[in-house]
């Protein structure tokens, strides 16, 4: 009886922290980990359908901002390893440090922390430049940690629907810089496996990329061959592109987008691996898998 009950405490599998949880990455991670047996704290803005599905598939609901230190810290209590994301918006770093001293004070084990394919110290984007000061942050401060650097999200495309609808995708990309698509459900599961066993992925940098190097012009083909109908391309301006995707101005945004658009053109988000199937155990949806996957909100 004694050793049974010894048994069964090593084999508990930990609780995981997973913020922005009714976000992309973070709800299929969610969705991932609960599949695969371990307890998850989902970490939400607001309690809203989205987080009462989660709540229905098992995961336990904690309300708050990641601004909020206090809230950060009871948010890790009794948690062991966590992912963190922050959307694109001012505050990242100040939620970085809140993060890793909460994550340090409650003795986790690791962290996987979604950054971006521009990180790096010399980025002339507000957003990627404070991606890579998290990743320092992070490094810094005790955690072992993995910093993902995915390329852009097929999700976009889904933020362009009712443009793509009416037969127009309008991009901030020009028609001949190149990267290949990748879904959040295909992050979600190399998160996942990273957290389900973190041993080998300690201060790991991972670019990841979607199935296949496409440019703009050959995306719209794609899309519009799926879809059966045409779609044309459309240069856009970066301001012309957050309205459209957010239906208002958004400098922060805006100037970021106009920044990784000319890192677009100079190649900076272009290459290809195979880090989603040896990581996450499956190869990543090509752009044509994921349309038809989401074609009743294309069309």
Known sequence: MLHRSITSILTVKPTILITGATGATGSCTTKELLKRGFSVRAYVHSDDERSRELESLGAEIFVGDLLDFRAIRHAFEGVQRAYFVYPLRPGLTQATAQFAQAALEAKAEFIVNMSQKSSRPDSKSDSALQHWLSEQVFDWAGTPAAHLRPTYFAEWYLRLRNMIREGRLPLPLSPTGRHAPIAAEDQGTVIAAILGDPAQHKGKIYPLYGAVELNSLEIAEIIGNTLG???????????????????????????????????????????????????GGRRPMTLAEFVEKHRAELT
């Open 229 to 279: 109908k045409e779609v044309r391309y459309e240069k856009i301006t970066p301001e012309q592109f957050v309205r459209e995707t957010t239906g208002q101005d958004v400098p922060f945004l805006a100037q970021h987008i106009t920044e990784v658009s000319i890192d677009h053109q100079n190649g900076l988000f272009s290459g290809m691996n195979d880090l989603v199937e040896q990581i």
